[in-house]
C-alpha cells in the first residue's frame, strides 16, 4: 500500500527534472494537433477561418480541446516509465493544512497580486486583453456562458493540473522550490502569449510563481484552482464591464469547482486512490 506522505506540503515524486519541459512542449503540440482535428473538418464543412479570424464557436472549441491536452499530457508523462500514479500525486486530495488556512492562503495570492496588476498597468498600460473577443463573448447567451465556463472553471483546472502539477513537482526534484517556482511561474506567464498583451505576461509570471508557493505550501491542487478561477472570474468581469453579474460568475464558478473536487474524491475513494494508475503498472 502507498503511503501518502505529509499532507500539509505536495507530494514528492520520482519524476525526472527534465520531464517538466517534455511536458510542456508535448502538451503545446498535442493542444496545435488537437486545435487541428477541430478545425479540419470545420474547414471540410466551409467554415471560413483565416490567420486573423476565428469564428468564435469554433475558437472556443479549440481552446477546450488544447486545455484538455494539457491534462492528458501531465498524466502521461507522470505514467513515463511504467510508474503508478496516484491522484494524490498530482495534488488531487484535499489541503492537508485544512480549508481554513488554504482559504486565508488564497485571498494572500489574489490581493497580492491584484495589488501587483495595478501597479503594473498603472506603470506600463499593458493594453485589453482580447481573448474574449475571440471567443465571441459578445455575440450571444450562449457564447457567453460558454466562455465564462472555459475561462473561469476549464483552463484553470487544466493549467493547474500541468503547471503546478506536473511541471513545478518535476522541477522541484532538481532545483528546491524556490527555483521551480521562478521557471515553472515564467514557463506559466509565457504560454499565455497570444491571448494577453506582452506586457501582461510579467504580472503573469508572478501569479504562476505565487501559485507553486501555494501548492507547496497547501499541498493540494485545490487551492490552486480556485485561486485561479477567482482571478479569472475577476479578469473576465471586469473586461465583460460588470457590476451584479461578477459575483454571480465568481459563486457559479466556484460552486463548478467544488462539485468538480467533491466527484474526484468520490472517484478517488472507489477506486482505492488508483484513479490514475496504468492497467498493470
Same mark, same amino acid.
Given at each position: 500500500?502507498?503511503?501518502?506522505?505529509?499532507?500539509?506540503?505536495?507530494?514528492?515524486?520520482?519524476?525526472?527534472?527534465?520531464?517538466?519541459?517534455?511536458?510542456?512542449? !508535448? +502538451? /503545446?503540440? $498535442?493542444?496545435?494537433?488537437? &486545435? @487541428?482535428?477541430?478545425? =479540419?473538418?470545420?474547414?471540410?464543412?466551409?467554415?471560413?477561418?483565416?490567420?486573423?479570424?476565428?469564428?468564435?464557436?469554433?475558437?472556443?472549441?479549440?481552446?477546450?480541446?488544447?486545455?484538455?491536452?494539457?491534462?492528458?499530457?501531465?498524466?502521461?508523462?507522470?505514467?513515463?516509465?511504467?510508474?503508478?500514479?496516484?491522484?494524490?500525486?498530482?495534488?488531487?486530495?484535499?489541503?492537508?493544512?485544512?480549508?481554513?488556512?488554504?482559504?486565508?492562503?488564497?485571498?494572500?495570492?489574489?490581493?497580492?497580486?491584484?495589488?501587483?496588476?495595478?501597479?503594473?498597468?498603472?506603470?506600463?498600460?499593458?493594453?485589453?486583453?482580447?481573448?474574449?473577443?475571440?471567443?465571441?463573448?459578445?455575440? !450571444? +447567451? /450562449?457564447? $457567453?456562458?460558454?466562455?465564462? &465556463? @472555459?475561462?473561469?472553471? =476549464?483552463?484553470?483546472?487544466?493549467?493547474?493540473?500541468?503547471?503546478?502539477?506536473?511541471?513545478?513537482?518535476?522541477?522541484?526534484?532538481?532545483?528546491?522550490?524556490?527555483?521551480?517556482?521562478?521557471?515553472?511561474?515564467?514557463?506559466?506567464?509565457?504560454?499565455?502569449?497570444?491571448?494577453?498583451?506582452?506586457?501582461?505576461?510579467?504580472?503573469?509570471?508572478?501569479?504562476?510563481?505565487?501559485?507553486?508557493?501555494?501548492?507547496?505550501?497547501?499541498?493540494?491542487?485545490?487551492?490552486?484552482?480556485?485561486?485561479?478561477?477567482?482571478?479569472?472570474?475577476?479578469?473576465?468581469?471586469?473586461?465583460?464591464?460588470w457590476g451584479w453579474q461578477a459575483p454571480v460568475l465568481?459563486?457559479?464558478?466556484?460552486?463548478?469547482?467544488?462539485?468538480?473536487?467533491?466527484?474526484?474524491?468520490?472517484?478517488?475513494?472507489?477506486?482505492?486512490?488508483?484513479?490514475?494508475?496504468?492497467?498493470?503498472?
Amino acid at each position: 500500500m502507498e503511503v501518502e506522505g505529509d499532507s500539509s506540503r505536495s507530494a514528492d515524486t520520482p519524476w525526472p527534472w527534465w520531464s517538466a519541459f517534455v511536458a510542456l512542449v !508535448g +502538451a /503545446l503540440v $498535442l493542444a496545435a494537433v488537437g &486545435g @487541428l482535428v477541430v478545425d =479540419v473538418p470545420a474547414l471540410l464543412l466551409g467554415v471560413k477561418v483565416s490567420s486573423s479570424h476565428t469564428p468564435p464557436g469554433l475558437a472556443i472549441a479549440d481552446t477546450f480541446v488544447q486545455d484538455l491536452a494539457f491534462v492528458a499530457v501531465a498524466v502521461y508523462c507522470a505514467h513515463m516509465g511504467g510508474r503508478a500514479v496516484r491522484a494524490w500525486q498530482l495534488g488531487l486530495r484535499r489541503p492537508g493544512v485544512g480549508w481554513g488556512w488554504a482559504s486565508v492562503m488564497i485571498v494572500a495570492l489574489f490581493v497580492t497580486f491584484l495589488l501587483l496588476s495595478v501597479v503594473w498597468a498603472e506603470a506600463f498600460n499593458p493594453g485589453k486583453e482580447k481573448l474574449l473577443e475571440q471567443l465571441g463573448s459578445n455575440e !450571444g +447567451a /450562449l457564447l $457567453l456562458v460558454l466562455s465564462a &465556463g @472555459l475561462t473561469c472553471v =476549464v483552463a484553470p483546472v487544466c493549467e493547474e493540473f500541468l503547471f503546478r502539477g506536473y511541471i513545478f513537482t518535476a522541477l522541484r526534484n532538481r532545483t528546491g522550490t524556490l527555483w521551480a517556482a521562478v521557471i515553472t511561474g515564467i514557463l506559466f506567464g509565457g504560454v499565455h502569449a497570444g491571448s494577453a498583451p506582452a506586457l501582461d505576461l510579467v504580472p503573469l509570471a508572478a501569479l504562476g510563481f505565487g501559485l507553486c508557493l501555494l501548492y507547496r505550501r497547501s499541498g493540494s491542487l485545490y487551492p490552486c484552482m480556485v485561486a485561479h478561477s477567482i482571478n479569472n472570474s475577476v479578469a473576465f468581469s471586469s473586461l465583460e464591464g460588470w457590476g451584479w453579474q461578477a459575483p454571480v460568475l465568481l459563486v457559479a464558478a466556484l460552486l463548478a469547482l467544488a462539485g468538480l473536487f467533491a466527484a474526484s474524491e468520490r472517484l478517488g475513494r472507489s477506486g482505492s486512490g488508483t484513479l490514475l494508475a496504468r492497467s498493470g503498472a
